[in-house]
Every structure is written in C-alpha cells, then in structure tokens.
C-alpha cells in the first residue's frame, strides 16, 4: 500500500466519521416511545395474589411476638365443619403442601424433612393435636421455625380442610 492510498484511506474514514455524526443516530434512544410503569397498571393475569385484603392475622417479626399472636390465634374457630368431603380435600392438599416434609403418616419423616437438622413435628404427638384449630391455622399462615408459611399456597379455606384432616388421619391416636 503506498503513501497515497493510505492518505485516501484516512481521508475517506474522515469523511464517513463527519457523515456519520451528521445523522441523528445519537437521539434513537431519546425519540423512541416509551412506557413508563407507572404510568398505566397491568390487569391481574388469572391467579394472581392479591396485594389488597389479604390476610389479616398480625405478622410478628419476633419469637415471643410469634408466641403471643399464635396463643391469640387459638381463639379462632374452624369454619369448616368436619365432613368426608373436607377431609378428602384436606387430605388432597396435604399429600402435596404437607406430606414432603411430614411424610404420609404425619412423623415428620418425609423426604425433604429427613434433610433438615431439626426433624419436622411429628403430627401424631399431643403437642400437635393438643393445639386449638386457630393455633394450627395460625401455622399453616405464618409459619414456625423452619416451616414456611403456606398463605400463598392455600387459601383460607383450604387451610381449615386441611387442620379437618390432621384431626380426622393424626388424632386418633
């Protein structure tokens, strides 16, 4: 390549770089339409959680708190009244929210529960079936220790089916 090409080489460059900046490609992000969030709210898709009038158990952040608002809870009554048709539904929810930790016959030895270092309560024990309906409901909703809570999974109701069952499967004995 000799000198002279090599100069119209960087000329021709100069020129495509001033050509270059003499289209408004610097203002194609500034001059595109836009949609802010917050300036129009999507419809709730089907199923989707409710930020307004969810729950309205407290939700305490310390360990007596838990304690208090769970005794407080025990006052709670069943809504739903122990018949076949709650007990085949709790028993249905059970088998998929519960049974992986508590395992089926409610030890607390199902196959996610034999991991954790504390074994899961065993829903067979006095402790558990001792408990007043609202305290379990209160569980079910906020939570324990290492059990998560289960509002987001199951709705009022079916919490109640499901306290129905563990009385109905774990009770008797």
């Not at 034999?114 to 067979?124: D, E, G, I, S």
Request: aromatic share 8%; charged share 20%; net charge negative.
């Amino acid at each position: 390549m000799t000198r002279t090409q090599q100069i119209i080489g960087i000329l021709i460059l100069a020129f495509m770089a001033t050509v270059g900046w003499a289209f408004p490609w610097n203002q194609d992000m500034v001059d595109q339409p836009t949609e802010k969030a917050h300036e129009t709210q999507a419809p709730p898709g089907p199923g989707s959680i409710p930020v307004e009038g969810g729950e309205t158990l407290p939700a305490p952040t310390t360990v007596v708190g838990m304690t208090e608002a769970k005794d407080a809870a025990a006052s709670l009554d069943n809504p739903i009244a122990m018949s076949e048709q709650s007990i085949v539904l709790g028993k249905r929810l059970y088998e998929i929210n519960c049974s992986t930790c508590h395992g089926v016959t409610g030890e607390g030895d199902g196959a996610v529960g034999l991991l954790f270092t504390v074994a899961p309560a065993n829903l067979n024990d006095a402790y558990t079936q001792d408990q007043a309906d609202g305290s379990i409901f209160f569980t079910l909703t906020r939570g324990r220790g290492a059990m998560p809570y289960y509002r987001d999974a199951l709705n009022h109701e079916e919490r109640w089916h499901v306290i129905n069952y563990l009385r109905a499967e774990f009770g008797s004995e």
